[in-house]
């Protein structure tokens, strides 16, 4: 047996310990303290909705350490930096914002199999699972609700949809989940009935997601080869193979760590669904222009540039789907 997969062992009898019968962490009050979450916006009156975000990967980890700390400080910087370059697409004067620290896994964790790595994400979705529990219970209200996350943070808004939205009274407050650069599978559809693909621009209580790459691309970590996903396409709001050309594409935004938009580029890329791996094939830009900034992604994966590509677009969509939800409620 390999040390990494006795470390996993040890690590899933650590949760054992350390987990409740309800899966719940050591400290139940953990989210009723205002420095665990990145973004607690409770000021906004009437809101038409919450958005509930989970963060991007910003934590590498190291040899000896698979998990951010919540004492980590300076991780804890990136991790609010990383919610405000998309932060924007999400939240606007209308909508409340919520956001929790997390004990993410760090990006080595990416480099074992999916069976080592699910202790070390267990521990983040623990948390995440936590945080959501206490906002239902202390800030929803009964709003509706956004639920919202890029890569690891479209991972662990999967999980709670699975875990926690089997609550039929749970779905009738989701608007949506914006779940984009990561896997859904046939299997994940079949086992979980509450997950539900969106098919169209406005329909509400689905999962919006999609992962970007070159034409050429067979093979990545979020649709391995041989494997499928599935996927909307943020351009023309289909689900097929149509191809969306560039002139739909309102805007991509490169942002930084305070949000601001450093670049805004209309009508950048068009892009279409590849029908086989259910990837979103973008074809105006090119690998040396948008690089894969990452050594687990290979040259042509745009994973990092999901939401920047469609910024505007996406931007669009949460606005238009709030509205759809509400206008459905009031009949």
């Known amino acids: 047996m390999s040390g990494k997969s006795i470390r996993s062992i040890l690590i899933v009898f650590c949760l054992c ?40 990967s910003v934590y590498s980890g190291d040899e000896d350490s698979y998990n951010m700390s919540l004492r980590d400080k300076e991780t804890k910087a990136s991790f609010v930096g990383a919610i405000n370059m998309e932060k924007d697409i999400y939240d606007d004067e209308d909508t409340r914002f919520f956001a929790p620290f997390y004990q993410q896994i760090g990006l080595n964790v990416y480099e074992m199999t999916p069976q080592e790595r699910e202790p070390y994400l267990e521990i983040a979705y623990q948390d995440v699972k936590e945080a959501f529990l206490y906002y239902l219970e202390h800030y929803n209200e009964g709003n509706p609700i956004v639920l919202a996350g890029f890569s690891q943070g479209a991972d662990m808004c999967l999980r709670l949809l699975k875990d926690v939205f089997e609550d039929a009274s749970l779905q009738e407050r989701l608007v949506a989940c914006y779940a984009i650069g990561w896997q859904i599978s046939d299997e994940e559809l079949e086992n979980y009935p509450q997950l539900k693909m969106a098919q169209n621009e406005t329909d509400t209580v689905v999962i919006i997601s999609f992962n970007s790459e070159a034409e050429e691309i067979e093979d990545s970590l979020m649709i391995p080869e041989g494997s499928r996903s599935y996927a909307i396409n943020p351009l023309n709001w289909k689900t097929d ?55 687990i992604f290979e040259e042509g994966i745009y994973h990092l540039y999901d939401y920047q590509f469609f910024y505007r677009n996406l931007q669009e969509n949460v606005d238009k789907r709030i509205d759809a939800y509400l206008d459905q409620s009031a009949l």
């Open 241 to 295: 193979s149509t191809f969306a050309d560039r002139s739909l594409n309102q805007g991509a935004c490169f942002t930084d760590y305070d949000g601001q938009i450093n670049q805004e580029i209309p009508a950048l890329t068009g892009a279409y669904i590849d029908e086989e791996r259910g990837a979103l094939k973008v074809i105006d830009v090119s690998a040396k222009e948008y690089p894969a900034g990452l050594s």
């Open 17 to 56: 310990l350390g987990l409740n019968l309800y899966g719940c962490s050591v400290d139940p009050e953990l989210y009723s303290q205002e420095e665990n979450w990145a973004y607690l916006e409770t000021e906004v009156s009437d809101p038409k909705a919450d958005v509930f975000f989970l963060c991007p």
